[in-house]
């Protein structure tokens, strides 16, 4: 399955548990409400009918109050939730990118991935940064695709980030960050919407 796809299945396997708090919050405060209107039913009975009026309506209104207060923390629950949601999934992809290392198809992903930045920067002349084992575990790959490009690629190992690529030109002055941590970052967004889809059902608001 492609390691982004995984994230659907992770926000479908929390969705369920996100609807169910917030329906437990809100039957309980609908219990509470018919509680309290119920009460004063069998009170205002007793009194005369111009009270008797008066006590319903503040029964009611007090009701209203509860479920309102209720469905107000229910939304803050909701939210609360959603964050920790993004948090795990986050989390999890970030883990799953580290161990994405130690797959075949990770050497695919360096090539297409130092294709890309140069794809999108100018000039024919380019650096390309690797971590020191992917740089040796790929040298021939990058050597292949600059004779299949028509480019310069000059290869250096860097150890500010544990996978992917970074593409320079070759005066550094413009530079496409293919890291696999970049690339989480990028794909941020999307991944905050899948979650709210997968709890919600609906589009929703990133951040």
Same mark, same amino acid.
């Given at each position: 399955?492609?390691?982004?796809?995984?994230?659907?299945?992770?926000?479908?396997?929390?969705?369920? $548990?996100?609807?169910?708090?917030?329906?437990?919050?809100?039957?309980?405060?609908? !219990?509470?409400?018919?509680?309290?209107?119920?009460?004063? #039913?069998?009170?205002?009975?007793?009194?005369?009918? !111009?009270? /008797?009026?008066?006590?319903? /309506? *503040?029964?009611?209104?007090?009701?209203?109050?509860? &479920?309102?207060?209720?469905?107000? +923390?229910?939304?803050?629950?909701?939210?609360?939730?959603?964050?920790?949601?993004?948090?795990? &999934?986050? /989390?999890?992809?970030?883990? =799953?990118?580290?161990?994405?290392?130690?797959?075949?198809?990770?050497? $695919?992903?360096?090539?297409?991935?130092?294709?890309? #930045?140069? $794809?999108?920067?100018? #000039? =024919?002349?380019?650096? &390309?940064?690797?971590?020191?084992?992917?740089?040796?575990?790929?040298?021939?790959?990058?050597?292949?695709?600059?004779?299949?490009?028509? &480019? %310069?690629?000059?290869? *250096?190992?860097?150890?500010?980030?544990?996978?992917?690529?970074?593409?320079?030109?070759?005066?550094?002055?413009?530079?496409?960050?293919?890291?696999? /941590?970049?690339?989480?970052?990028?794909? +941020?967004?999307?991944?905050?919407? !899948?979650?709210?889809?997968?709890?919600?059902?609906?589009?929703? =608001? %990133?951040?």
């Amino acid at each position: 399955m492609p390691i982004w796809g995984e994230m659907e299945l992770l926000c479908r396997a929390v969705a369920e $548990e996100a609807r169910k708090e917030a329906e437990k919050i809100l039957s309980r405060a609908r !219990e509470e409400a018919e509680r309290i209107i119920a009460d004063a #039913g069998e009170r205002s009975e007793k009194e005369y009918a !111009e009270e /008797s009026l008066a006590r319903r /309506s *503040k029964a009611y209104a007090e009701a209203k109050h509860v &479920v309102d207060a209720a469905e107000l +923390e229910a939304r803050k629950r909701i939210m609360a939730f959603r964050d920790e949601v993004i948090r795990e &999934v986050l /989390s999890a992809l970030g883990a =799953r990118l580290k161990a994405f290392r130690n797959e075949p198809s990770y050497s $695919e992903l360096l090539t297409s991935a130092v294709r890309e #930045g140069i $794809e999108h920067l100018l #000039g =024919r002349e380019f650096i &390309v940064e690797l971590n020191g084992e992917d740089l040796e575990s790929q040298r021939d790959e990058i050597v292949k695709l600059a004779a299949e490009m028509s &480019v %310069t690629i000059e290869m *250096k190992p860097s150890s500010a980030f544990e996978g992917g690529v970074r593409v320079y030109t070759a005066d550094r002055r413009l530079l496409y960050d293919n890291s696999l /941590s970049a690339r989480l970052v990028r794909s +941020e967004d999307d991944i905050r919407q !899948e979650i709210w889809r997968a709890i919600f059902g609906t589009e929703g =608001r %990133t951040g």
